[in-house]
Nanobody
Framework: QVQLVESGGGLVQPGGSLRLSCAAS????????MMWYRQAPGQERALVAR???????NYADSVKGRFTISRDNAKNTVYLQMNNLKPEDTAVYYC???????WGQGTQVTVSS
């Protein structure tokens, strides 16, 4: 069955960095676009970054220049490198597999001093 397992969240000070990982299984990972979404309390889930099977990337304007999405098809894993984090980046971050229409369980990122 399809599984997406996120890891790497936590508490970080403003200006700090985190790298999120999403380990996938149960489908042909290399053929699927993969996305990272986030949802802050009281807000709708929003797209943060996307990487296609051809490694084309897209980012939300709010994270351009600070976040980088990448993938390792040999490890069936997608990453989100987050630099220069701000308090407004605080949210639960979710991995999404486009071809499977499947969500991971989410990982909490809190940016606070």
């Amino acid at each position: 069955q399809v599984q997406l397992v996120e890891s790497g969240g936590g508490l970080v000070q403003p200006g700090g960095s985190l790298r999120l990982s999403c380990a996938a299984s149960g489908f042909t990972f290399s053929r699927s676009s993969m996305m990272w979404y986030r949802q802050a309390p009281g807000q709708e889930r929003a797209l943060v970054a996307r990487i296609s099977s051809y490694r084309t990337t897209n980012y939300a304007d709010s994270v351009k220049g600070r976040f980088t999405i990448s993938r390792d098809n040999a490890k069936n894993t997608v990453y989100l490198q987050m630099n220069n984090l701000k308090p407004e980046d605080t949210a639960v971050y979710y991995c999404y597999a486009y071809t499977q229409e499947y969500w991971g369980q989410g990982t909490q990122v809190t940016v606070s001093s």
